[in-house]
């Protein structure tokens, strides 16, 4: 049986994105910022480095029998299953690169725990995220939540206060909040031709849109192609606030490789609108 509560893994993850904001913020708009180029083409900084070793470090410290699966230094592999029986931290370190770089606001430090996944005897469910922190310091907000308690938002290091996601039933009252236009395959025409039909878009992408999903200010987020460490956190704090996640397929969870999130109202109407158009 496991030593810790949920809520004694919530206060670790505010300190560890505590943490983490104190090194993005002072590496964010540095001149001497380094940045690599990874295989897979996308940049890194010696910020994104610097946050996932020095998390690393804490749980090594005080969840040692814990796995950590990070964005920068790798962990187990991410398919059904291969957690086994032990807990797993899933760490983006700086989710928004792209933007820290520019001296963009709008990026974040995503800090997710999820239960085992063969563990029958857990109050929650397998493999389920249980907690969630993305912290965005230079945008003064953190979002939390955890399994069974709401999701809340603290702005400017004020009382965290409890967010909810909106009431809109229909498409075309919508706002819909995106990424970009690549990855979206042969979901494309119809993800185009969804905008003209839609409320208001938007291309916030990134953490931002889903939490904004998580406030009840955007009511539909996606995003067509992301890893394990950039939906973990939003899975639990979108899901928490009433919302629903999933991949754009539907299948529930942030294992499917693309994320959309809503206020459940609008999730089924919103999938069966940018499904590959028939033909095509």
Known sequence: MRAFSIADDLALAHRLADLADAITLDRYQSIDLVVETKPDLTPVTDADKAVEKAIRDVLAAERPDDLIVGEEFGGLPTGAGSPGDKHYWVIDPIDGT???????????TLIGLSSPTTDVSSE??????????????????????SAGA??????????AEKIEVSKVTNLSDASLSYSDLI??????????????????????????????VAEGSVDIA????LALWDMAALDIIVREAGGTFTNIDGVAGPHGKSGVSSNGLLHQDFLKAIAPVSGK
């Open 183 to 212: 990855g979206w395959g042969d979901r494309k025409e119809a993800f185009l031709s969804l905008q003209e039909k839609i409320w208001r878009t938007r291309g916030l992408g990134d953490f931002w849109s889903h939490m904004l």
């Open 222 to 225: 996606v995003e067509p192609s």
């Open 98 to 108: 792209k933007n820290f770089l520019r001296g963009i606001p709008t990026w974040a």
């Open 124 to 145: 929650v469910s397998v493999g389920e995220v249980i907690v969630g922190v993305v912290s965005s310091p230079a945008l003064f907000r953190r979002w939390h939540a």
């Open 150 to 159: 709401g999701a809340y938002v603290s702005v400017n290091k004020s009382p």
